[in-house]
Every structure is written in C-alpha cells, then in structure tokens.
C-alpha cells in the first residue's frame, strides 16, 4: 500500500495531499473508458485479433478487413496480458462514450486535477492516433509529472508547473522484437 507523506516541507508547502477516494475512482475509470475508446479507434470492428509467438512470447495483432486493393495489413497490439485480452474481448461491445467521458474529466478537473494543455494534448492525441505508445514510447517528464497526480490518488504539489516541450522514451526492443514500427516519422507526426 502506496502511503502519502502529507507534512509541509521546509519552504511551508504541503508536498501532496490525499485525493477523495470517489475522485482517485473516477480518475480509473476515465483510464479505463479512454483505454477501450483507444481500442476501438485504433482498430476497426471489420478486422480481427489475432496472436503469434516470438521468441518463446505471444503477443496480439490485429488484422485488418482488406482495403482498396484488396490487401490486409497486420498490426500489433501489445504483448498477451490478462488486461489486453480483456479489452479486446469487449471491443466489439464497446461503444464511443465521449460524453461520459467529457463528464469524468470535467469532475476531475473540479477536484484540482490537471489535465495537459491543449497544446500538449493536441500532440498526444496525434502520437497515439501514429501509434507511437502501441509500440511501448512513454511520457516523461513535466506532463507525466501532472498525470502521477490521478494514478496516485493525491494532488502534488506544483502541479501547476508548466514547461514548454514534451518528453518521450521509447524501449527500441520492443519495436525491433515484435517487427513493427510507426509508419510516419516522429518529426512529421
């Protein structure tokens, strides 16, 4: 069990205070809803799951319907986890709850929980839709920093900082293990 030091520091601020455990729910579930609308746009209902070994692991892939000229393209999803079989068993059931969502975030926001700038959020949204965190890339960094605050169930302090780039890390392994990579370079996307 994660336990918060809520003391004040040495300069008078509190260094974190504990979220209501309401708040650190609904924090949960917008990550899970986000992670299944993720899903369903990232792979069309027409296609199918599928899994294939490598080296002694399994991982899912996803293949597409065939396109205009007639060929199906592979993707991958991620490797073979109790959590990914979960979404994609209720891919098919799931259905876009933008409002819903737009209703969590809104709460969570009230509640002193930062979301990106729009800016940094314009570029996370098209890193993902290049599937750039589908091949294992993380943020890190000031924005991760601010996400912490709902994983953790607690509002950190300077949660307010900003800073004008956004950090990313990738395992390249995992990219060249599972032979797949993004199709637009990073500079484009």
Not at 27 to 34: D, Q
Not at 53 to 82: C, I, L, M, S
Request: glycine share 8%; with cysteine.
């Amino acid at each position: 069990m994660l336990k918060i030091n809520c003391n004040l520091s040495p300069t008078g601020f509190i260094v974190a205070q504990r979220l209501p455990l309401p708040i650190h729910t609904l924090y949960a579930e917008l990550v899970e809803r986000c992670a299944l609308d993720r899903l369903v746009s990232d792979f069309p209902v027409g296609g199918n799951f599928f899994t294939k070994t490598n080296r002694g692991r399994t991982y899912w892939y996803f293949r597409e319907a065939a396109g205009e000229n007639g060929k199906r393209h592979d993707r991958y999803v991620g490797p073979d986890t109790a959590e990914l079989l979960h979404h994609i068993q209720e891919h098919h059931q799931a259905k876009a709850s933008y409002r819903e969502r737009r209703t969590l975030v809104t709460t969570l926001q009230r509640a002193g929980l930062r979301p990106p700038d729009t800016r940094a959020g314009k570029v996370l949204e098209a890193l993902a839709d290049a599937g750039v965190f589908r091949l294992r890339a993380v943020v890190v960094g000031t924005i991760a920093y601010q996400a912490y605050a709902g994983l953790l169930g607690v509002l950190l302090a300077n949660r307010n900082v900003m800073t004008g780039d956004l950090d990313l890390a990738q395992f390249q392994s995992v990219s060249i293990a599972v032979d797949d990579r993004g199709e637009t370079p990073l500079v484009e996307i």
